[in-house]
C-alpha cells in the first residue's frame, strides 16, 4: 500500500528548444525562436518561465499539494528558485547536482536530514520525483498514478500514457514515442521508488535517465535482442519490465496512466505556447 510519498521536485534548469522546420531535426539552441520569445536562456532555469504571470514550477508545486498522499517537498534548484517560487512556505530547498541523478540524490538527502515538527508529515517509505517542467499536472493526475502503483508489487514504478490519449488531450503535441507491440506509447516525468532501495538504485539508473527520450539508444542499452524485438515491433511491455529488472536488480513496472497531463512537458516554444494558452488564456 502507498499511502505516502515524498516528493522530490527537479527545477534546476534545463533549456527551452526552438521548434524544427518541418522535416529537421530540432534545435537545441535559441535559433530560430520568434523575436520577443522567453527562452530559458535569459532566466537560467526552464522551470521560471511565467505562465499566466506564475513561474512553470508553481503549477507542480500547486498539483502535489492538492494530493493527499504527498508528504514533505523538495525543490532542487539555484537560489532564484526559491525567491521565485510563489508559495515558499513548507517547501525544503536545495541546490542542483551536476545531471538529474545527482540532483534527486541531493533532493533525498535534503528529505532524510530535514526535521519531522509536531504535525509535519513523518519520513515516507516512498519516494515521487517529477520534473519541474510539466505544468499540466494535476493533484488527480498525482493521485491516480499512485493508485495504480498500488495494484502491482514491485521497487519502482515508471508511467507511460498511449500517443491516442496525448494526442486526444492535447491536439497537435509532439512528443517522443515508442511504438511497442501493446501500443504507441510516450513516457511520463514521474518516477516513484522504494526509498530503502534509492541508493543502489541511482548509479544503474544514469544512462536510463539519459536516454529517456531516444527509444533506439536505450534498445541498445538493453542488449541487441532487446533492440531486435523492439526495431521489428515485437517488444512487449512485460519484456521491456523484465530486461530492466533484471539490470537494475529490483522489480519495475510501467504503469499506463489515463493522465497525459503526467508526460506533456515543456520543452519547445510551441509547448510553452501551449502551457499559455490552455492555462492561462
Known amino acids: 500500500m502507498i499511502s505516502k510519498v515524498d516528493v522530490v521536485v527537479l527545477a534546476g534548469g534545463g533549456t527551452l528548444k ?6 529537421r531535426k530540432k534545435a537545441s539552441s535559441q535559433a530560430g525562436a520568434p523575436p520577443g520569445c522567453p527562452l530559458a536562456g535569459a532566466t537560467g532555469n526552464k522551470a521560471l518561465l511565467t505562465i499566466g504571470g506564475r513561474p512553470m514550477v508553481d503549477y507542480v ?9 504527498v508528504g514533505k517537498i523538495v525543490l532542487v534548484g539555484d537560489a532564484s528558485l526559491q525567491k521565485a517560487c510563489c508559495q515558499p512556505s513548507g517547501l ?4 542542483p547536482g551536476d545531471s538529474p541523478l545527482s540532483s534527486l540524490a541531493s533532493g533525498v538527502a535534503a528529505l532524510e536530514t530535514a526535521g519531522c515538527p509536531l504535525g509535519a508529515h513523518p519520513a515516507a517509505d516512498w519516494v ?4 519541474g517542467d510539466i505544468p499540466f499536472l494535476t493533484a488527480g493526475a498525482v493521485s491516480g498514478f499512485l493508485r495504480q502503483c498500488c495494484q502491482r508489487e514491485a521497487d519502482f514504478y515508471y508511467p507511460i500514457t498511449t500517443r491516442q490519449k496525448a494526442e486526444a ?3 497537435g503535441v509532439k512528443r517522443t514515442y515508442a511504438r511497442l507491440r501493446d501500443g504507441v506509447f510516450t513516457g511520463g516525468n ?7 532501495i534509492i541508493g543502489e538504485v541511482l548509479p544503474k539508473a544514469e544512462d536510463f535517465i539519459r536516454l529517456r527520450k531516444k527509444p533506439l539508444a536505450m534498445a541498445r542499452l538493453v542488449g541487441p535482442g532487446f533492440l531486435f524485438a523492439y526495431l521489428f515491433g515485437f517488444l512487449t511491455i512485460a519484456m521491456a519490465e523484465r530486461r530492466i529488472s533484471g539490470l537494475v536488480g529490483y522489480r519495475g513496472a510501467a504503469v499506463i496512466s489515463d493522465y497525459p497531463e503526467i ?16 492555462l492561462a488564456p
Open 169 to 171: 488531450r492535447f491536439p
Open 190 to 196: 514521474l518516477f516513484l521508488v522504494r526509498r530503502s
Open 18 to 23: 526552438a521548434d524544427a522546420p518541418a522535416g
Open 263 to 278: 508526460g506533456v512537458d515543456v520543452d519547445k516554444i510551441s509547448d510553452l505556447d501551449l502551457a499559455r494558452r490552455l
Open 92 to 95: 525544503l530547498f536545495v541546490a
Open 128 to 131: 515521487l520525483s517529477c520534473t
Open 61 to 69: 508545486i500547486e498539483a502535489l499539494r492538492g494530493c493527499p498522499e
